[in-house]
């Protein structure tokens, strides 16, 4: 097992630090004490070094940002925005339409109003 400078891990027996010379990391033997630990305490764990060797993990407090990002709901998929997008506009096209519609009842009680003028004056 090999365990990361940030607490996070990888098994398989196949892997030694030397699988990843780009990063800090520490080797655990796998099925041992402390690996077990790690995986029951990640990702809520910190991690003890003394000399340059991982020698415990001990339990820690989720962060604000942790308990926030639990209780957050799921990113919206490309598929909801969209959807979301087409209801605002679809719900502006209906605002439109209502707009167009009382013009064009003023326009005809305008209309009305001029005919039945039309008529009182004798014209028609």
């Given amino acids: 097992m090999i365990v990361f400078e940030d607490g996070n891990y990888e098994t398989g027996s196949w892997l030694t630090a030397a699988s990843y010379p780009e990063r800090v990391c520490y080797e ?48 919206k998929t490309a598929e909801q925005l969209q959807f979301e997008q087409l209801e605002s506009e679809n719900a502006l096209m209906a605002l439109d339409l209502i707009d167009t519609q009382i013009a064009l009842e003023q326009t005809q009680s305008e209309q009305a109003a001029l005919l039945l003028a039309l008529i009182d004056g004798g014209v028609l």
């Fill in 28 to 75: 655990v033997e796998e099925g041992s004490e402390l690996a077990t630990k790690i995986i029951s305490l990640y990702p809520y764990c910190t991690l003890n070094i003394v000399g340059g060797q991982l020698i415990d993990v001990t339990q820690r407090e989720k962060t604000l940002a942790e308990i926030v990002a639990e209780n957050s709901p799921p990113p």
